[in-house]
């Protein structure tokens, strides 16, 4: 039998049959496991296949993962040199951000974006909280906005608060599988209980003190908007930790660098100090935003990144 997994607890996998029928399913023993070397070896949006347990009625086993169209995945936290899965097999991924209660940070966004960018997964930034910004707050995020446009980012400004601007997403996540990544406290959930009939996520508060999300949302979950609508709501990410990413292959997850490909002096040119570097040229030349360049090269100087 075939199933898409539809949340994971770690232990625990509710995974929804062909028939349409939910059914919570566990691994047993060693499965054929794509070589990622992850805390987590299933991620939502995983297609997999299973038996029945026939010693726990009603329950399945998960015998095998079938290889996924992509994934997005951070550094695992607790593991030093490994991942863990945030979602499988997406359409489109979306970063929930906000300006503040909480600041996400633009290496915050870029880190994300190259992840994404790595398997070309269209991806949107939706800043969340319209109704808490204030005139030159309004501009800032313009300014925002015009950076990930210029790379083909597109970005929506909204109000789950105040339903304000849902119109353009529910466009954007039509006839898709749509992961919502972002801070905790961002909104994740408020907007996904907006999207889904008759949802009524658990949302959180934002700690007047810290101004941080209290991380209200533990698993990631995916949900129906309609057949063939999907999203996947997801806990909040404190730090978003790249991994498995060599120094080589960088910029190409940098569309606005990738577009130079191929004309720098130097073809293994890594866009530091290199004389004649096409990267460099066009920062000089405002064509590549300053801070996404700065990003780069934390990103770069960020040893754990690798395997
Ligand atoms: N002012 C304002 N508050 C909002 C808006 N959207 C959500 N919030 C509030 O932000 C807080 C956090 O919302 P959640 O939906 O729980 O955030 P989350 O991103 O799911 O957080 P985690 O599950 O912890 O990752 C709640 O108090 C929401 O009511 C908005 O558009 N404006
Ligand atoms: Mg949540
Ligand atoms: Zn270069």
């Given at each position: 039998?075939?199933?898409?997994?539809?949340?994971?607890?770690?232990?625990?996998?509710?995974?929804?049959?062909?028939?349409?029928?939910?059914?919570?399913?566990?691994?047993?023993?060693?499965?054929?496991?794509?070589?990622?070397?992850?805390?987590?070896?299933?991620a939502?949006?995983?297609?997999?296949?299973?038996?029945?347990?026939?010693?726990?009625k009603?329950?399945?086993?998960?015998?095998?993962?079938?290889?996924?169209?992509?994934?997005?995945?951070?550094?695992?936290?607790?593991?030093?040199?490994?991942?863990?899965?945030?979602?499988?097999?997406i359409?489109?991924?979306?970063?929930?951000?906000?300006?503040?209660?909480?600041?996400?940070?633009l290496?915050?966004?870029?880190?994300?974006?190259?992840?994404?960018?790595?398997?070309?997964?269209?991806s949107?930034?939706?800043?969340?909280?319209?109704?808490?910004?204030?005139?030159?707050?309004?501009?800032?995020?313009?300014?925002?906005?015009?950076?990930?446009?210029?790379?083909?980012?597109?970005?929506?400004?909204?109000?789950?608060?105040?339903?304000?601007?849902?119109?353009?997403?529910?466009?954007?996540?039509?006839n898709?599988t749509?992961?919502?990544?972002?801070?905790?406290?961002?909104?994740?959930?408020?907007?996904?209980?907006?999207?889904?009939?008759?949802?009524?996520?658990?949302?959180?508060?934002?700690?007047?003190?810290?101004?941080?999300?209290?991380?209200?949302?533990?698993?990631?979950?995916?949900?129906?908007?309609?057949?063939?609508?999907?999203?996947?709501?997801?806990?909040?990410?404190?730090?978003?930790?790249?991994?498995?990413?060599?120094?080589?292959?960088?910029?190409d997850?940098?569309?606005?660098?990738?577009?130079?490909?191929?004309?720098?002096?130097?073809?293994?040119?890594?866009?530091?100090?290199?004389?004649?570097?096409?990267?460099?040229?066009?920062?000089?030349?405002?064509?590549?935003?300053?801070?996404?360049?700065?990003?780069?090269?934390?990103?770069?100087?960020?040893?754990?990144?690798?395997?």
């Open positions: 039998m075939k199933g898409l997994v539809y949340k994971s607890t770690g232990s625990w996998y509710n995974v929804k049959l062909e028939s349409g029928e939910f059914i919570e399913c566990r691994t047993r023993g060693k499965m054929k496991l794509a070589k990622l070397k992850v805390t987590n070896p299933i939502v949006g995983d297609v997999v296949e299973l038996e029945l347990d026939e010693s726990h009603g329950t399945g086993i998960i015998k095998n993962i079938t290889p996924r169209t992509n994934y997005v995945m951070r550094k695992s936290v607790h593991k030093a040199k490994q991942g863990s899965l945030i979602a499988a097999n359409n489109r991924a979306i970063l929930i951000a906000t300006l503040h209660h909480p600041k996400t940070s290496g915050f966004i870029d880190r994300f974006l190259v992840t994404t960018d790595s398997f070309r997964i269209p949107t930034i939706v800043f969340n909280k319209s109704d808490l910004l204030t005139k030159e707050d309004l501009g800032a995020i313009n300014y925002i906005s015009s950076i990930y446009e210029a790379i083909g980012v597109n970005t929506l400004l909204i109000s789950a608060l105040k339903n304000e601007g849902l119109d353009k997403l529910k466009q954007l996540i039509n898709q749509t992961l919502i990544s972002g801070h905790s406290g961002t909104g994740k959930s408020t907007i996904t209980n907006l999207l889904i009939p008759n949802l009524k996520q658990k949302v959180g508060e934002v700690s007047e003190s810290v101004k941080k999300g209290v991380h209200t949302t533990t698993f990631a979950q995916m949900f129906e908007v309609d057949e063939s609508t999907k999203i996947i709501d997801t806990p909040g990410i404190k730090e978003l930790g790249l991994i498995g990413i060599e120094d080589a292959e960088l910029s997850y940098f569309p606005e660098m990738r577009n130079l490909l191929g004309e720098c002096k130097y073809n293994n040119c890594m866009h530091t100090h290199e004389p004649n570097c096409a990267v460099i040229a066009a920062i000089e030349n405002e064509k590549i935003a300053e801070s996404r360049y700065l990003s780069y090269l934390s990103m770069l100087e960020n040893e754990d990144r690798r395997w």
